[in-house]
């Protein structure tokens, strides 16, 4: 199969696309995977493994914002291929669908 190579590249200002970030649901501070706690069920007191519950972000928001545009762009080249794939199933279904008619109008004998 031939390939081809598409490159895109933007050129905006900063805060702009810091805004379009945030905008997506960029967050400056996520939770730290290496926290934990327990509740005592009695006390209901927590303990904690000592570690912040939050840590910044380790990705930035243009990172964001590149693996924002690569799901856009996935979504985009598969959306055909989802039409096509739904359209099969479909017919699919229509054939088994018709098949099972027949099976059920053969079965059926009105006197």
């Given amino acids: 199969m ?3 190579t598409l490159t895109a ?3 905006y200002p900063v805060a702009d696309i810091e805004a ?3 905008a997506r649901g960029y967050q ?3 939770p730290n995977p290496a926290f934990s ?12 493994n000592g570690e912040e519950r939050t840590i910044s972000n380790p990705q930035t928001r243009l990172d964001f914002v ?3 545009f690569k799901e856009q762009a996935v979504e985009l080249f598969a959306q055909d291929l ?14 088994i669908a018709a098949q099972r008619k027949e099976q059920i109008a053969a079965a059926i004998t009105i006197q």
């Fill in 2 to 4: 031939d390939t081809i």
């Fill in 28 to 30: 400056s501070v996520v």
């Fill in 37 to 48: 706690s327990t509740i005592d069920p009695v006390t209901m007191e927590e303990t904690t």
């Fill in 9 to 11: 590249s933007i050129t």
């Fill in 82 to 95: 989802k039409r096509t794939a739904e359209r099969e199933a479909r017919r699919m279904a229509d054939e």
């Fill in 20 to 22: 379009f970030a945030d």
């Fill in 66 to 68: 590149k693996a924002w």
